[in-house]
C-alpha cells in the first residue's frame, strides 16, 4: 500500500519556500528527468510541479530580457557566411539580430521591441 501525509490542525494545505520550489525546478530541468518522479520524489503533485515552471517562465518572459551574442562584425552581408535555415535576419539602427528558428513568439517581439527603442 502506498504511503499517505495525515495534516491536522487549520492548515490543510502544505507550503513551499522559495528554496524548495527552485531546487524541485531545477531537477526537472536536468537532462532524461521526468516531472512525475522528480514530483514523486519530492512528494509534490505533478500538476503543482508544471504550474510553479509556468509561473517561473512567465516571470522571466515578463521581465523583457533575452540572452544576447553580440559578434564583433561589420554590418555589410558576408558572402562566406550563410545564415542559417529557418532563422529570422534583422537590421536595424545600424545592428544586426539573427534569431533562431526555436526562438518563442514572447523573444522576437521582445527582440523588436528592443531594437526599436
Known amino acids: 500500500m502506498g504511503q499517505m501525509t495525515l ?3 487549520a492548515e490543510r494545505r502544505r507550503r513551499w519556500s522559495s ?13 532524461g528527468a521526468v516531472v512525475a518522479e522528480v514530483a514523486r520524489r519530492a512528494d509534490v503533485c505533478t500538476s503543482l510541479v508544471y504550474k510553479w515552471r509556468r509561473e517561473a517562465r512567465r516571470v522571466v518572459s515578463a521581465s523583457g530580457f533575452a540572452r544576447v ?3 564583433d562584425t561589420p554590418c ?4 562566406t557566411r550563410e545564415p542559417e535555415l529557418g532563422a529570422i535576419m534583422v537590421e536595424m539602427n545600424g545592428a544586426r539580430i539573427r534569431i533562431g528558428a526555436n526562438a518563442t513568439a514572447a523573444l522576437v517581439a521582445a527582440t523588436l521591441k528592443a531594437l526599436r527603442s
Open 7 to 9: 495534516i491536522t490542525g
Open 76 to 79: 555589410s552581408p558576408s558572402p
Open 19 to 31: 528554496e524548495e520550489r527552485a531546487r524541485i525546478l531545477a531537477a526537472i530541468e536536468e537532462p
Open 69 to 71: 551574442i553580440v559578434e
